[in-house]
Nanobody, 125 residues
Framework: QVQLVESGGGLVQAGDSLRLSCAVS????????MGWFRQAPGKEREFVAA???????NYADSVKGRFAISSDNAKNTVNLQMNSLKPEDTAVYYC???????????????????WGQGTQVTVSS
C-alpha cells in the first residue's frame, strides 16, 4: 500500500521560505507522477505543483517562479521548496501520488490515487 506523509509546514512571515517534504512508502518517487495541492480556509483544494514520472514539472500560475518541486531518490521523498511566501499561500498542503507512469505532470485531483494527511502552512503579513 502506498503511503504519503507530509512534513515541514509551519508559521512564517511574508517573504520567508519553507521546504515541505513528502515521505513515500510502497513505491519509489521516481516511478510515477507526484504532486502538491493545497486547500485554504473557505476554498476548494487547488493544484500547486506536479512532477511527472520522467521528471517534467508544472506549476500553478500563482506559485510559478516561487515554488519548486523536486524528487530525492536517495530519501524517497518529494519536496516542495517555497520561497517568497505570501499570506495567500496559507493553506493545508497535500502530497499526492499517481499509479500511472505519466509523461506529463498531472494537475487534476482525479488523476491521483494516493493522498497524504496534509501539513499546515501559515504565512503572516
Amino acid at each position: 500500500q502506498v503511503q504519503l506523509v507530509e512534513s515541514g509546514g509551519g508559521l512564517v512571515q511574508a517573504g520567508d521560505s519553507l521546504r515541505l517534504s513528502c515521505a513515500v512508502s510502497g513505491r519509489t518517487v521516481s516511478s510515477n507522477g507526484m504532486g502538491w495541492f493545497r486547500q485554504a480556509p473557505g476554498k476548494e483544494r487547488e493544484f500547486v505543483a506536479a512532477i511527472s514520472g520522467i521528471g517534467t514539472t508544472n506549476y500553478a500560475d500563482s506559485v510559478k517562479g516561487r515554488f519548486a518541486i523536486s524528487s530525492d531518490n536517495a530519501k524517497n521523498t518529494v519536496n516542495l521548496q517555497m520561497n517568497s511566501l505570501k499570506p495567500e499561500d496559507t493553506a493545508v498542503y497535500y502530497c499526492a501520488a499517481s499509479d500511472r507512469l505519466n509523461y506529463r505532470p498531472y494537475i487534476n485531483q482525479w488523476e491521483y490515487d494516493y493522498w497524504g494527511q496534509g501539513t499546515q502552512v501559515t504565512v503572516s503579513s
